[in-house]
């Protein structure tokens, strides 16, 4: 779809149908349907404490956290951006929450987590306006800019917890990460984060401003818009989310580790991202893509611990799934696999590559593309027969 | 947990460790004495440490620093903070400072040859604590003081075949660490020669959780649904078996009772939920190898010859020992 997008519930839909969504949902599907084969029970829910319990519930709560680091990731990078201090802002967050719980009078009540939250999340607003200021203001290329946090800010949780893993025995700080409301709170936070912001951007000019700014910065500046609070905010923002992401990680556990929590968090929330369907050269962002891709990636971690593929294996499994979703939505490779159907298939009168419009285009690489993604599947198939 | 960061190369370690073990000292020995007789007095030992990246680290230090003190040793101490470069930059002032012995926990396994040939070139014998270095020239260091990982392992699995007699089917699963680390390695190695013995034990999944809390929960909640019977937990440090429990307590069982779990390190928390029933055994792997090194490095001035592998005295942990040794555990 290279027309844009109107804002909406329709305009979701639309992009469903559309067929940037369409491989990543196809995937994400496929990754699901290959779990079921392999183990009957992956797709089953049950109650269990008064919660939903099963493999489908695990994803949700494990993605989520990658799912709100790559919300913020979403807009930064619509911005012409990268966040690169995302995991480590995420285990500054953590660590700062569980020092005060444990520091404070009495580390099991409610008082001292929400303490620690809010000086979790002040902290990182502080973080982020550091980022902001860098980009927007004294001009740093973002990769770089952030990289000072991303190395500095490890260092940072290390400080604050004195480089020891921290536990802490506060039940409402727990309910973040591991708590449930039916479904796991983790993911109730982070779809409210990605409804709110979808509405925000795109029910107001909110979303076209940010993607202006991403397009082109300099002709966006002349047209009246104040490119640099946007570019500022954005940044803020995604810090904020990597912030309750590394709440949500470290109340998982209980505890906070500030040498592994939210590590490479990152490259999976800027892979999200990208198998979302949003370039990273900036302008067009799509939401419902990174929640697909979010998905995508928590389902691959998970295929991969209950598929018993051998860890030796498995960043090559992880890396084949992702080369098959990231060429199925390559612009180029679908041009390539549609011009080869074309020309297998000349003579046929009811052959679509006469028309030039939308709807065939989405019929007609279904079954070619379909082949690859059947490909992948066999492979790690394959995999786990050898393994 | 202690080598998170140990990154590449491994097997070295192991082969070092089963080979070095049966050969006396190499040439280098008798040379050492010319470097500690010249001083008198005191003893000085130059100390690089890794850094201070967990409770084991810390308390690794601290009982280098107070074994140094009742033995009256003039300990210099310096942190690398994780980097092979200061470390370097450590041993050569050691070198500088004309120290009588030098003693480190290498960050990384390989790219010490030159350095070590200096101290060497100097006549100050070189200790290794804890970690080894991965190099062919085995002159270049004393010995290599540390934990013996594929013992800790087949202490684990002898300790589960013990408990497990009578039984006729447990389904263990397994929480590997880091994959390609040498404890990961050595720990699964140990684990599955001890588990030989008895045919009705079978690890039934094995999945790494990176030595964290997070890893060690994740896996267990994947392995939890796709693997309906789970007798056993075995984990490769306490902080996985952690996160373990937190998902078999998420899955409505009990941990320590419907899933017995078995970890290794006994840092606190670990040794805590040990103390509480919720894990069954605990095999340590001991930092406080302070009163060893001192031994050692007297015994490497004094020009005797000492094994190139010493094993650090470690010990295990049952629910009950737990709850006695809890109150004086230093980390």
């Given at each position: 779809m290279s027309t844009v997008q109107t804002a909406g519930a329709a305009g979701v839909l639309e992009r469903v149908r559309g067929s940037r969504l369409l491989w990543p949902l196809v995937a994400l599907v496929a990754l699901i349907a290959a779990n079921a084969a392999r183990n009957p029970g992956f797709l089953s829910i049950r109650l269990q404490d008064g919660h939903l319990y099963g493999s489908l519930v695990d994803i949700l709560k494990n993605g989520a956290p990658t799912l709100l680091?790559?919300?913020?990731?979403?807009?930064?990078?619509?911005?012409?951006?990268?966040?690169?201090?995302?995991?480590?802002?995420?285990?500054?967050?953590?660590?700062?929450?569980?020092?005060?719980?444990?520091?404070?009078?009495d580390p099991t009540s409610p008082a001292a987590a929400l303490t620690g939250i809010g000086l979790a999340l002040a902290l990182c607003l502080v973080l982020g306006l550091w980022n902001g200021f860098l980009v927007s203001l004294l001009g740093i290329q973002p990769i770089i800019a952030t990289l000072v946090l991303m190395t500095a800010g490890r260092g940072i949780a290390m400080l604050i917890t004195d480089g020891q893993i921290i536990t802490v025995r506060n039940d409402f700080y727990r309910e973040i990460g591991a708590g449930f409301l039916l479904f796991p709170i983790s993911i109730l936070i982070a779809l409210a984060a990605l409804v709110a912001v979808a509405l925000v951007t795109r029910r107001t000019a909110l979303g076209l401003l940010i993607e202006s700014v991403g397009?082109?910065?300099?002709?966006?500046?002349?047209?009246?818009?104040?490119?640099?609070?946007?570019?500022?905010t954005v940044y803020v923002f995604a810090a904020l989310c990597a912030g309750v992401a590394g709440l949500?990680?470290?109340?998982?556990?209980?505890?906070?580790?500030?040498?592994?929590?939210?590590?490479?968090?990152?490259?999976?929330?800027?892979?999200?991202?990208?198998?979302?369907?949003?370039?990273?050269?900036?302008?067009?962002?799509?939401?419902?893509?990174?929640?697909?891709?979010?998905?995508?990636?928590?389902?691959?971690?998970?295929?991969?611990?209950?598929?018993?593929?051998?860890?030796?294996?498995?960043?090559?499994?992880?890396?084949?799934?992702?080369i098959a979703v990231c060429l199925l939505q390559a612009p180029k490779v679908r041009e390539r696999f549609r011009r080869r159907r074309r020309s297998q298939d000349p003579t046929s009168p009811s052959s679509p590559s006469t028309s030039g419009s939308l709807a065939p285009e989405e019929d007609s690489p279904a079954p070619t593309a379909h082949e690859p993604a059947g490909d992948a599947a066999s492979d790690s198939k394959q995999k786990v027969a050898q393994s | 947990m202690l080598n998170k960061i140990l990154p590449v190369a491994v097997s070295a370690v192991a082969l070092a460790a089963l080979t070095a073990c049966g050969s006396t000292s190499g040439p280098g020995a008798g040379a050492a004495a010319s470097g500690g007789a010249a001083g008198g007095d005191a003893i000085v030992m130059g100390f690089s440490q890794v850094g201070a990246e967990s409770g084991w680290r810390t308390a690794n230090t601290k009982s280098v620093q107070e074994a140094a003190k009742t033995a009256g040793i003039e300990l210099k101490f310096s942190d690398a903070q994780q980097k092979q470069e200061n470390q370097i930059k450590a041993i050569r002032s050691y070198i500088q400072q004309k120290?009588?012995?030098?003693?480190?926990?290498?960050?990384?396994?390989?790219?010490?040859?030159?350095?070590?040939?200096?101290?060497?070139?100097?006549?100050?014998?070189?200790?290794?604590?804890?970690?080894?270095?991965?190099?062919?020239?085995?002159?270049?260091?004393?010995?290599?003081?540390?934990?013996?990982?594929?013992?800790?392992?087949?202490?684990?699995?002898?300790?589960?075949?013990?408990?497990?007699?009578?039984?006729?089917?447990?389904?263990?699963?397994?929480?590997?660490?880091?994959?390609?680390?040498?404890?990961?390695?050595?720990?699964?190695?140990?684990?599955?020669?001890?588990?030989?013995?008895?045919?009705?034990?079978?690890?039934?999944?094995?999945?790494?959780?990176?030595?964290?809390?997070?890893?060690?929960?994740?896996?267990?909640?994947?392995?939890?649904?796709?693997?309906?019977d789970i007798d056993v937990v075995y984990a490769h440090n306490d902080d996985m078996g952690l996160g373990a429990i937190e998902a078999i307590e998420a899955a409505g069982k009990v941990p320590g009772k419907d899933i017995k779990i078995i970890t290794i390190d006994a840092v606190k928390?670990?040794?805590?939920?040990?103390a509480d029933g919720k894990i069954n055994y605990i095999v340590e792997c001991s930092p406080l190898l302070g009163d060893q090194l001192m031994d050692l490095a007297k015994k490497v001035i004094a020009g005797e010859t000492v094994p190139e592998r010493v094993v650090t005295e470690e010990t295990t942990f049952t629910q009950e020992q737990a709850k006695a040794a809890l109150p004086d555990r230093k980390y």
């Open positions: 680091i790559a919300l913020g990731m979403t807009l930064v990078i619509a911005t012409r951006g990268i966040d690169l201090s995302v995991g480590a802002v995420a285990a500054i967050a953590g660590a700062v929450t569980c020092t005060t719980i444990v520091g404070s009078s397009i082109n910065p300099e002709a966006s500046r002349l047209a009246g818009l104040r490119s640099r609070t946007i570019i500022w949500m990680i470290s109340s998982n556990v209980s505890a906070a580790d500030a040498n592994s929590a939210g590590l490479w968090i990152e490259m999976d929330a800027i892979l999200a991202v990208v198998i979302g369907g949003s370039s990273l050269a900036g302008g067009k962002y799509s939401l419902s893509g990174t929640l697909v891709g979010a998905l995508i990636i928590q389902t691959l971690t998970t295929t991969v611990y209950s598929m018993g593929i051998a860890p030796e294996v498995t960043l090559v499994f992880k890396a084949l799934v992702v | 120290v009588d012995v030098i003693a480190f926990s290498p960050v990384v396994e390989t790219g010490w040859d030159t350095v070590l040939l200096e101290a060497k070139r100097a006549n100050i014998p070189v200790i290794l604590t804890d970690r080894a270095v991965d190099s062919e020239d085995k002159t270049l260091y004393k010995t290599f003081l540390g934990s013996d990982f594929v013992t800790e392992g087949k202490k684990a699995g002898e300790w589960l075949v013990e408990n497990s007699k009578g039984e006729s089917q447990v389904n263990v699963v397994e929480l590997q660490g880091t994959t390609g680390a040498a404890p990961a390695i050595d720990r699964k190695e140990g684990f599955a020669e001890a588990i030989k013995a008895a045919p009705q034990i079978k690890v039934i999944a094995s999945q790494t959780g990176d030595f964290t809390r997070s890893g060690g929960k994740q896996v267990m909640e994947a392995f939890l649904k796709s693997n309906p928390d670990g040794m805590q939920a040990l």
